[in-house]
Each structure stands twice: as structure tokens, then as C-alpha cells.
């Protein structure tokens, strides 16, 4: 079974920049289909940023230009660089693999982990 490990958020000012970083154990890396997802207090998870195994690349238009996601197959890990952070930006951000949308809802090959707190904020 895919299981998943996100760490590297905080609390930042806007304008300010962060790197998560999402571990992927289980399964094949190369294969996957993986992105970043985010859910703040009373919305739905959204997704952010995704990547294909042919790096093809896909991101909400809140972000586009600001946010950057790579994956590094020697660490079987996926990142996502944040730049120019906004307060819209606050939520906790997981990472999925193989997710596709069931009506409002997000069904991913892994469970969802704990996920980490992005807080913009000055």
C-alpha cells in the first residue's frame, strides 16, 4: 500500500516562500500520478499543483507563476516550492497519489496523511 509523510509547512508572512516535502513509501514511484492538495477550515480539498510521469505539470490558477512542484525519484519524494505566499494561501496541504475526483471528493491511491499547516499571516 502507498503511504505518504508531508512535512516543511509553517507559519510565514506574506511574500514569504516554503518547500514541502511529501514522502512516498510503497508501490512504483515512477508510475505515479501525484500532486499536492490543499483544505482550509470549512472548504472542500482542492487540488494545488499535480505532476504526471511524464512531468507533465497542472496547477490552480490561484497559483500559477508562484508555486513550483518536482519530484525527485533517488528520494521517492515530491516537493512543492511556495512563492510569494498570500493569506489565501493558509491551509493544510497533503499530498496524493494517483487521486481522482468522486463528486467533492478526492479518492487517492494512499490515505491521506496528517498533512502540514501553512499559515500566511503577518
Known amino acids: 500500500q502507498v503511504h505518504v509523510v508531508e512535512s516543511g509547512g509553517g507559519l510565514v508572512q506574506p511574500g514569504g516562500s516554503l518547500r514541502l516535502s511529501c514522502i512516498i513509501s510503497?508501490?512504483?514511484?515512477?508510475?505515479?500520478?501525484m500532486g499536492w492538495y490543499r483544505q482550509a477550515p470549512g472548504t472542500q480539498r482542492e487540488m494545488v499543483a499535480t505532476i504526471r510521469s511524464a512531468d507533465k505539470r497542472e496547477f490552480r490558477d490561484s497559483v500559477k507563476g508562484r508555486f513550483i512542484i518536482t519530484k525527485d525519484y533517488a528520494k521517492k519524494t515530491l516537493y512543492l516550492q511556495m512563492n510569494n505566499l498570500k493569506s489565501d494561501d493558509t491551509a493544510v496541504y497533503s499530498c496524493?497519489?494517483?487521486?481522482?475526483?468522486?463528486?467533492?471528493?478526492?479518492?487517492?491511491?494512499?490515505?491521506w496523511g496528517q498533512g502540514t499547516q501553512i499559515t500566511v499571516s503577518s
Open positions: 510503497g508501490g512504483a514511484f515512477d508510475l505515479y500520478f
Open positions: 496524493g497519489v494517483d487521486c481522482i475526483l468522486e463528486g467533492n471528493t478526492y479518492r487517492c491511491r494512499n490515505p
